[in-house]
C-alpha cells in the first residue's frame, strides 16, 4: 500500500513528458511497443485531471482504478474491519481482456510502420 502511494505521488511530481521517469524493456530490447508503453504518461495525465488525453497515451488506463478498488477490496478486512464490495472475475472476462491486449498491441505497432 505505501508503495502504491509512494508512486502515484512519484509520477504526480515527475513529468513523464520531460523526461524518461521509467523504462521498457520489451521497447529496448525489440523497438516495439508493449501494452503498458505510455501507461506512466497516461496515468500522469488522469492525476493532474484528464482523462481524454489519458485514454490516448494508453486506453488500459481504465484498469488502473478498477486494479485498486480489486486490491483494496482485499485488504479491507484489514484496513477498516470490514469486507468491500468485491468485483466478480469470470474466465471469459481474462480471456476478452487476454485478446484485446494482443489486439492493441499488435495495432499500435503496426501503425507505427504505415
Known amino acids: 500500500m505505501a508503495g502504491l502511494v509512494a508512486f502515484t505521488a512519484y509520477v504526480y511530481t515527475h513529468d513523464p513528458f520531460q523526461g524518461g521517469v521509467t523504462f521498457c ?3 529496448l530490447l525489440t523497438g516495439l511497443d508493449c501494452p503498458g508503453c505510455g501507461m506512466t504518461r497516461a496515468a ?4 493532474h485531471g484528464h482523462p481524454g488525453l ?3 497515451q494508453n486506453p488500459f488506463i481504465f484498469l488502473i482504478p478498477v486494479l485498486a478498488y480489486m486490491g ?21 472476462m481474462l480471456i ?3 485478446v484485446l491486449v494482443l489486439a492493441f498491441t499488435v495495432a499500435r505497432n503496426l501503425l507505427k510502420f504505415l
Open 25 to 27: 524493456t520489451f521497447r
Open 44 to 47: 500522469y495525465l488522469l492525476l
Open 54 to 56: 489519458a485514454l490516448r
Open 72 to 92: 483494496l477490496s482485499e485488504l479491507s478486512p484489514a484496513l477498516c474491519g470490514r469486507q468491500w464490495p468485491q468485483i466478480p472475475v469470470r474466465p471469459w
Open 96 to 98: 476478452v481482456l487476454g
